[in-house]
């Protein structure tokens, strides 16, 4: 009989009834480090105080008012993301694969806008962009595309780090734009090989297509900046966020340039709930924290200290560990044993991780972490390490 709950998800037999900070604490009393955040999403850990009162502040005022009104947390959210990022404008959503919608209709409605015949979006091999049929043309996997078709056209897969590949497809005269994450997530934690991204914007800038990151995963602090392009020194035209922007509650939001936006104009695009006054509480309280420089500076020390102990992990434990890669707290153990083992030999020893494609075990703890919770982490995981090789 199918479970009340579609069985979508192979789902661990863990069941958390309450979380502090970098803790996750299991209904029978288990306290499991978590280093997977929900996927990047508890960016600030979990029951944040500030987050809380944002949170609770805004909910004894004003839970939802639908966008045919002003909504005034919505409007200081978008008024500081236009502040701190390369974007003119900003559309609130509640997931990533609706930021990704957004993306992929804002680039068709630029180009109808001024009368062009240039659909396609230039995509890449093991990316991940949601489960919307946009998001899943745009990834393009068979494990993600089979049986959904047909598939939403316009979208052209290009192999992950081949400049060539890339330099001919985007002379096409049908291209228009390029869709890429600077650090893929999903894909196995890989980031765009040094300077590839500032050869993309170049490209994007010679044949007139515009520059689509998606920074679902990699953005708000992951990587150290508040947006992993700004270590390429470069700007996007759009870029789709989610994930670590609402800290644990529903928002995504597009962000694009005021050319990039032109043709959105009244009644082009809308969403019941995006830019909802709850998220957008939380998200301003997210990223008046996140955004500031000290906190960027801790993220990034602690990323080192994170990336220093898990080198020593593969040291120690070679037949099961590879490697590791990533930038910042977005680091991946390439692994020799089977990555679900790993993940799931942590779970014995109360430590929370998330797998990958490519075999990568993906660490994407809190951006709050600290170092003794650190290295407790990488302790428990040297004891999984063990479990497995004996
Ligand atoms: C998670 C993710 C998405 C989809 O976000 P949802 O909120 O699950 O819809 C899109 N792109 C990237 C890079 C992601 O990591």
């Known amino acids: 009989m199918i479970p009340a709950v579609l069985p979508t998800y192979n789902r661990a037999p863990l069941s958390f009834v309450k979380g502090e900070g970098s803790w996750l604490i299991e209904a029978d009393g288990r306290r499991f ?49 236009v502040e701190l990022t390369f974007a003119d404008t900003v559309f609130f959503t509640n ?26 979006i230039l995509t890449f091999e093991g990316s991940f962009h949601g489960r919307s049929s946009a998001g899943i043309a745009a990834a393009g996997s068979a494990k993600m595309t089979d049986g959904f078709g047909p598939l939403l056209p316009g979208f052209r897969h290009l192999p992950w780090g081949d400049p060539d590949a890339l330099k001919a497809a985007a002379a096409e005269p049908d291209v228009g734009a390029i869709l890429v994450e600077p650090v893929q997530g999903e894909g196995g934690i890989r980031p765009l090989e040094d300077g590839l991204l500032k050869e993309i914007r170049a490209l994007c800038d010679e044949h007139g297509l515009l520059l ?70 939380v998200g301003l ?8 420089p000290a ?62 494609a490519d075999n990568v075990v993906r660490l994407l703890p809190a951006l709050t972490i600290s170092e003794d919770e650190i290295a407790a982490g990488v302790d428990r995981l040297d004891a999984a390490a063990r479990t497995l090789a004996s």
Request: charged share 20%.
């Open 295 to 356: 906190f960027l500076d801790a993220v990034n020390r602690k990323a080192g200290f994170l990336r220093q102990k898990l080198e020593g992990l593969v040291a120690a434990h070679p037949d099961v560990f590879e490697g590791v890669r990533g930038e910042g707290l977005m680091l991946g153990l390439r692994c020799r044993a089977a990555n679900t083992d790993v993940v799931a030999a942590g779970y014995g020893e109360e430590v929370l991780t998330v797998p990958a």
């Open 212 to 281: 689509i990151l998606d920074e679902v995963q990699c953005g708000v602090g992951r990587t150290g900046r508040l947006f992993a392009h700004e270590w390429a020194g470069i700007a996007p035209d759009i870029m789709m966020v989610a994930k670590g922007i609402g800290g644990g509650f529903p928002l995504g939001a597009v962000l694009a340039t005021e050319g990039a936006a032109g043709g959105m104009t009244a009644g082009t695009h809308g969403s019941t709930y995006g830019g909802n006054p709850l998220a957008c509480a």
């Open 285 to 292: 309280k997210v990223l008046e924290i996140v955004a500031d």
């Open 33 to 81: 480090l978590d280093l997977g955040a929900g996927i990047a999403v508890n960016a600030l850990g979990h029951a944040h105080p500030a987050l809380v009162e944002a949170l609770t502040d805004q909910a004894n005022a004003l839970w939802h008012v639908s966008n045919l009104y002003r909504i005034a947390p919505q409007e200081k959210l978008a008024e500081r993301l």
């Open 95 to 120: 997931s990533g694969t609706e930021s990704c919608e957004l993306a992929v209709k804002m680039a068709r409605k630029y180009r109808a806008a001024r009368g062009e015949d240039r659909p396609v």
